[in-house]
């Protein structure tokens, strides 16, 4: 195995240890754990429909950027017509003007992933806020003292082993519970 696998373990022996050992005299009875599949929470209809609404925003700005593109290439094109026309000066100003609209559109829509990136992050963080409240909710409902990420049936088995988890009992399985509350938090806002 490799040192981060090693590391890993030390960090949840070490936090287990806290809790069993240096907690408000905590004995292991009252030590109760759940987990729960964040990858399922992500899979709700409130997630799809969030994760929805930035895609159509996406979808907006790359229509905007599309639109000024093809401004740029008509410009281009119409200024080739007429550069057999124009005088030297006028062909070095439209030259200019041309090249300063190009710049603008690449420092703009710069700017436009950048808010997009931005807008995601926000989205993302402000979901996962969403989700740890309610998973804390469930767990004081439950008297949980720790909830775990687990993913029972991981694409990547060895996702759960670098986590230092090999099972886990379905009843301490607490994701539908909190698919139900995060539901519940957003039923008739759209």
Known sequence: MGKGVTMRKALVLGMMSCLLGFGPLVSAAEIKI???????????????????LF??????SQVEVEKKRKELETAAI????????LSESARGEREKELQRQNLEFKLWT??????????????TQQLWSRVSGVVEKVAKKKHLSLVIDYNP???NITTNFEKGFIYLAPEIDITDEVIKEFNAL?????
């Open 78 to 85: 119409q200024y080739e017509r007429q550069k057999p026309m």
């Open 153 to 155: 049936n991981p694409k």
């Open 55 to 60: 895609k159509a925003e996406v979808r907006e």
């Open 110 to 123: 710069q700017d436009e992933q950048k808010a997009i990136e931005k807008k995601r992050n926000e989205m």
């Open 34 to 52: 759940g987990y729960v599949d964040l990858q399922q929470v992500k899979a709700t209809d409130e997630w799809k429909r969030l994760e929805d």
């Open 186 to 190: 957003f039923k008739g806002k759209k």
